[in-house]
Nanobody, 119 residues
């Protein structure tokens, strides 16, 4: 079992920046693909960004050029830097860790952190 603890959410004005962190309780953090998802009220949870154990990243189109995902394997932590925030970025942001164990996909979720973009 892997526990994920997010931090860094809050209220920010449109055009502002915010950084999220997610600390994982595992000794094999580097083996996991880490991701950030978000869920806005009345909408389905969507993938925002992901970073593989090799450092390969991908982003949903709506955040490309504005968000940056990174990881520090020595600290068992994944980050999401969010710039040029828009009201439509308002959502609960969830950290996700996933890997394949004996051909079976396994994933874990954090508890979520609220990000509100509003003037």
């Amino acid at each position: 079992q892997v526990q994920l603890v997010e931090s860094g959410g809050g209220l920010v004005q449109p055009g502002g920046s915010l950084g999220l962190s997610c600390a994982a309780s595992t000794s094999i953090f580097s083996a996991y693909t880490m991701g950030w998802y978000r869920q806005a009220p009345g909408k389905q949870r969507e993938s925002v960004a992901a970073i593989t154990s090799f450092g390969v990243t991908n982003y949903t189109d709506t955040v490309k050029g504005r968000f940056t995902i990174s990881r520090d394997n020595a600290k068992n932590t994944v980050y999401l830097r969010m710039n040029s925030l828009k009201p439509e970025d308002t959502a609960v942001y969830y950290c996700n860790a996933r890997r394949i164990i004996r051909l079976t996909p396994v994933q874990y979720w954090g508890q979520g952190t609220q990000v509100t973009v509003s003037s």
